[in-house]
Nanobody
Framework: QVQLVESGGGLVHVGGSLRLSCVAS????????MGWYRQASGKEREFVAFISRSDYGGGTDYADFVKGRCTISRDNAKNTLYLQMNSLRPEDKAVYYC??????????????WGQGTQVTVYS
């Protein structure tokens, strides 16, 4: 059984930083593609970033609205995925979810999801 548990969200001032974490159990994270998504109130969930399976190169990709501000990474020893977010904006306020795609070497769609962690940016 795969489980994902996010943490690291919180209240941060505009321009501040947060590092989100997603601890996985039941599956080695270097054997799957993993990603971060977010959902703002009243909006659909949207893609933020992903990191490909290790044997596929471990490459990353980002949504345009976070490029240059966010970095996705993983610590295989801790089986943990991270999202470092800098220069946060009010529009970054959302619940952030991590997900695993077990069927593709890059993130296509999530097969397993965490419960989410709330990020709120105030001005």
């Amino acid at each position: 059984q795969v489980q994902l548990v996010e943490s690291g969200g919180g209240l941060v001032h505009v321009g501040g930083s947060l590092r989100l974490s997603c601890v996985a159990s039941g599956r080695a994270i270097n054997s799957v593609a993993m990603g971060w998504y977010r959902q703002a109130s009243g909006k659909e969930r949207e893609f933020v970033a992903f990191i490909s399976r290790s044997d596929y190169g471990g490459g990353t990709d980002y949504a345009d609205f976070v490029k240059g501000r966010c970095t996705i990474s993983r610590d295989n020893a801790k089986n943990t995925l991270y999202l470092q977010m800098n220069s946060l904006r009010p529009e970054d306020k959302a619940v952030y979810y991590c997900a695993i795609d077990v069927r593709h070497p890059v993130m296509v769609r999530g097969d397993y999801w965490g419960q989410g962690t709330q990020v709120t940016v105030y001005s």
